[in-house]
């Protein structure tokens, strides 16, 4: 009795190099936004003071940017192209630069966890009120 074999076509391999390429671009770029609690208002009022003592001289104590730093309204920052996991990364680690050109960003040192999700509650919380800019 003979098999078959079945045959590999030359564009299987080609598909399976463009998805993990584009599972892992997504990763880079923050993929879906994580669930999260609503954040108390006195939670986003400490992410507030701490957005404005942190990184205000940035991204602007409007978060509309400076010559510095990008604006958070950006539609880049919006919670499916960057998730509050690729702001947490950016502010323990820094980022390098890939979608502006100011510069790669040091890392936010003297944040504990909880501090951080101030910060990340503050800036969801005014992107969703002042909606964001194209």
């Known amino acids: 009795m ?9 564009v299987q391999p080609i598909a399976a190099v463009v998805t993990v390429a584009l599972i892992v671009f997504a990763a880079a770029c923050g993929g879906a936004p994580e669930a999260q609690e609503p ?7 400490v ?11 940035c991204h ?14 950006s539609i880049v920052y919006e919670p ?3 998730g ?7 502010i323990l680690h820094g980022a390098r630069q890939h979608h502006w050109n100011f510069g790669d960003m040091a890392a936010v040192t003297g944040l504990d966890n909880d501090e ?3 910060v990340i509650a503050y800036v969801r919380s005014e ?3 002042q909606g964001f800019d194209q």
Do not use: M, W
């Open 47 to 57: 992410g507030a003071d701490l957005y404005q003592s942190n990184c205000a001289s």
């Open 2 to 10: 003979k098999r078959l074999l079945h045959a590999v076509s030359p």
């Open 84 to 90: 509050d996991d690729a702001f947490r990364s950016a």
């Open 116 to 118: 951080i999700d101030d």
């Open 60 to 73: 602007g104590a409007d978060l509309q940017g400076t010559d510095k730093g990008p604006s958070h309204l």
């Open 39 to 45: 954040a108390s208002p006195a939670g986003l009022a």
């Open 127 to 129: 992107q969703e009120r």
């Open 80 to 82: 499916n192209h960057h």
